[in-house]
């Protein structure tokens, strides 16, 4: 069965930190890939997502993500965190149309 | 406009009663989810409907029953509630469920139930 892996439950940066939060997923087929953000209180917004083409994947509000194959890994960045980044973010991956989510990483951001 | 509906936003109800989330989307796709979050903000798929079909149908206690009358609408009714029935409720709608084509997942706001 597939799943899908966020090391960290719980980040705290301050702000102008970089980002890097991790995804890991175990599915040998072919997948698509998301990040969702869940501010507080809110519902899940989609960041970014992978389908096919540059592993490289730009989203909103300056966060980019990469696809490693071999690694089955789907990372998300920002070079730098502001406040108002403090969320929840969950990976997803998405397969014969059924799409798992990771357990999600809180990130709390000091200003 | 919003573009997947739930109502209502926030439900307090006694073990044992049954209750109805309803929901509706307006982008014209053609499935619709039901995912549960817990108190850890797990999230987990509980059903799937494709064009008033059922696709997804995870292990989910026969309480929780969805019911899709178009494929704008999807349903949830649960039976007999219980404790562990506390959750937050998230319904999402997708163009497509074909991986080759990526369906990205639209959600609603989220039925908070409160089981006391």
């Known amino acids: 069965a597939q799943s899908v892996s966020q090391h960290n439950h719980h980040v705290i940066l301050s702000e102008a930190a970089s980002l890097e939060l991790g995804c890991n997923y175990s599915y040998g087929g072919t997948v698509n890939l998301f990040w969702y953000v869940q501010y507080p209180g809110q519902h899940l917004q989609l960041l970014l997502k992978y389908f096919s083409g540059d592993p490289l994947v730009k989203g909103i509000k300056g966060f980019e993500a990469e696809f490693i194959k071999s690694k089955f890994s789907f990372n998300l960045r920002k070079p730098s965190v502001q406040w108002s980044d403090t969320a929840e973010y969950f990976c997803a991956v998405q397969s014969q149309g059924n799409l798992i989510f990771g357990k999600g990483t809180k990130l709390s951001v000091k200003p | 406009d919003t573009a997947v509906s739930q109502t209502p936003k926030y439900l307090v109800t006694q073990m044992g009663n049954d209750k109805s989330i309803k929901c509706e989307q307006n982008?014209?796709?053609?499935?619709m989810y039901w995912y549960k979050q817990d108190s850890k903000k797990f999230l987990k798929i509980m059903f799937s409907?494709?064009?008033?079909?059922?696709?997804i149908n995870e292990t989910v206690p026969n309480r929780f029953s969805p019911k899709s009358p178009d494929k704008a609408h999807l349903n949830l009714h649960i039976n007999s509630l219980e404790l562990g029935d506390s959750a937050v409720y998230f319904c999402?709608?997708?163009?497509?469920?074909?991986?080759?084509?990526?369906?990205?997942?639209?959600f609603g706001e989220g039925s908070r139930l409160t089981v006391l």
């Open positions: 999402a709608s997708s163009r497509t469920t074909a991986t080759a084509v990526g369906g990205e997942l639209f």
């Open positions: 982008l014209g796709h053609d499935t």
């Open positions: 409907y494709n064009n008033k079909e059922l696709i």
